[in-house]
Each structure stands twice: as structure tokens, then as C-alpha cells.
């Protein structure tokens, strides 16, 4: 009995010295910091672009590591980025031309290239037609015949008077407006015989053409 009386104080004198013991650390903790809190606040971290002295060429900013690569910008696919294959001008698609593809390209080649080229190709946009230099038809026999990856080039790095349009136009989006662009060479110079029997019927008996293909294809899409 006279044990369970005493318990309860000696319990409340060891809890008393514990938090005696905590408020001289928390004391000894908040003396410590404040002593190292202005060394802190002048660190040697550069602010961006401040000058240096301590590297000769002045700058705090490092250069990049030689052969670093930003995450995601990887772009060795030489065929998809740049339109060459072996250091020449592919003669195909870096991925397969769906339908819906064809689609998108013509929407994009009917926005970006219509304005000088027209919407057939033969190069009397409205721009032309306002004084621009004239711009190339499609339908000459060199670009019937340019590889894929040339039309590419020129998209990508303009050509004489024509300016580049990479900034505009994504990649696969370039691809696309090709894709669009082989399609217009092949019906400028398509016969009644290159229209398959069936489709032929349809056109002759007037019947409106099926409804294109949903969505744009490859998803994604690269920059
Ligand atoms: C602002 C007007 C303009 C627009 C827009 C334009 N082009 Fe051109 N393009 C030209 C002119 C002008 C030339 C001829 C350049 C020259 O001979 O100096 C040309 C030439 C070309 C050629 C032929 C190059 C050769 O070897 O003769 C291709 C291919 C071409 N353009 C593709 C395109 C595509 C694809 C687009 C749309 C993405 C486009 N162009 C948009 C003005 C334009």
C-alpha cells in the first residue's frame, strides 16, 4: 500500500527532471542555431547568371556537359527528325501512313503550305497571287519523283524564298502533310483506270464518298 502512494510522486519528480533536461536542450538547440543562422544566409550559392570571379571565364554558369541531352530530346531517330537514312534523303515514312494521317495532313497542309502552293499544289496560293515569289508546283517531274525525306528537308529548313516551318509544324505533323502531298501528286496525274471499280460506281451514280477516318492516327506526336 505505502508503495502505491509513493509511486504517483516519484513518477511526477522523474517527469519534472525530463522536462527540466528538455527545455536546457531546447535552449542549448535555439543558442546553436541563431550562432550559425547568418553564416547560413551568406552561403557561396550563385544567384542565376551572377558573374564570377573564381572561373575564368566569369561566369557562375557552368556549360553543359559535351554530349548532354535534355530529357526527352534524344533525337537519334535520324529517318523521323530529320528525313535522312545513311545520310541520305529517305525514300519512306518513319511510321506507317494510316488514313487518318492523310486526314491531318491535308488539314495542316491546308493551313501552312495553301497560302503559296494553292490547295492542288501547283504553287499560285493567294500570297503568290499578291506579288510573292512563285512558289514550286508539286507537279514538275523533280518533285514527282524527290524522295520523301526531301519535302522533309525543305519543311524543316526552308529553301531559297521559302521560309522553314519546324518552329510551326511538329514533326509527325510533317510527315503527314508528305503523306498529303503524294496524294495530290498521284491525282494530278491519275486516269479514270487508277480509281478501283467500286469507288468508280460510286462517283459515276453521284453517291457521296464515305466519312473519313476518326481521330489523327499515331498519337502523341513529336516536336
Ligand atoms: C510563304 C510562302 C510559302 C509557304 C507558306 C510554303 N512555301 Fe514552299 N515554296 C515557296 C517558294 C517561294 C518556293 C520556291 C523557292 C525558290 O525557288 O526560291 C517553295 C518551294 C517549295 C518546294 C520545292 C523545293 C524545290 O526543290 O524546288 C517544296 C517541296 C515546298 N516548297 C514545300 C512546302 C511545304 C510542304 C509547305 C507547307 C508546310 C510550304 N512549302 C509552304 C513558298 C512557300
Known amino acids: 500500500m505505502s508503495i502505491t502512494r509513493r509511486q504517483p510522486a516519484a513518477l511526477d519528480f522523474a517527469r519534472a527532471r525530463k522536462a527540466g533536461r528538455s527545455a536546457v ?13 547568418q553564416d547560413m544566409h551568406d552561403g557561396p550559392g550563385y544567384r542565376p547568371y551572377r558573374s564570377s570571379a573564381f572561373y575564368s571565364d566569369g561566369s557562375s554558369a557552368r556549360p ?32 506507317p501512313i ?28 493567294m500570297v503568290v497571287q499578291r506579288g510573292y515569289k512563285t512558289a514550286a508546283s508539286y507537279h514538275i517531274d523533280r518533285l ?26 511538329p514533326v509527325d505533323d510533317r510527315w503527314r502533310i508528305i503523306a498529303y502531298i503524294r496524294a495530290l501528286q498521284l491525282t494530278h496525274n491519275a486516269t479514270a483506270s487508277d480509281v478501283p471499280a467500286d469507288e468508280l460506281n460510286r462517283i459515276k451514280s453521284g453517291a457521296p464518298a464515305a466519312a473519313p477516318a476518326e481521330g489523327h492516327g499515331r498519337s502523341g506526336g513529336q516536336q
Open 144 to 169: 514527282r519523283t524527290a524522295p520523301v525525306g526531301y519535302f522533309f528537308d525543305v519543311m524543316s529548313n526552308g529553301f531559297g524564298a521559302m521560309p522553314d516551318y519546324k518552329a510551326q509544324i
Open 25 to 37: 536542450l531546447v535552449f542549448a538547440l535555439a543558442a546553436g542555431l541563431s550562432g550559425c543562422r
Open 98 to 125: 494510316t488514313r487518318a494521317d492523310l486526314d491531318r495532313g491535308q488539314a495542316r497542309y491546308d493551313i501552312y503550305c495553301t497560302p503559296c502552293h494553292g490547295r492542288t499544289g501547283e504553287g499560285n496560293g
Open 64 to 95: 553543359l556537359v559535351e554530349g548532354t541531352v535534355a530529357r526527352g530530346f534524344l533525337r537519334d531517330d535520324t529517318h523521323l527528325y530529320e528525313g535522312k537514312v545513311n545520310g541520305q534523303p529517305a525514300t519512306s515514312f518513319p511510321f
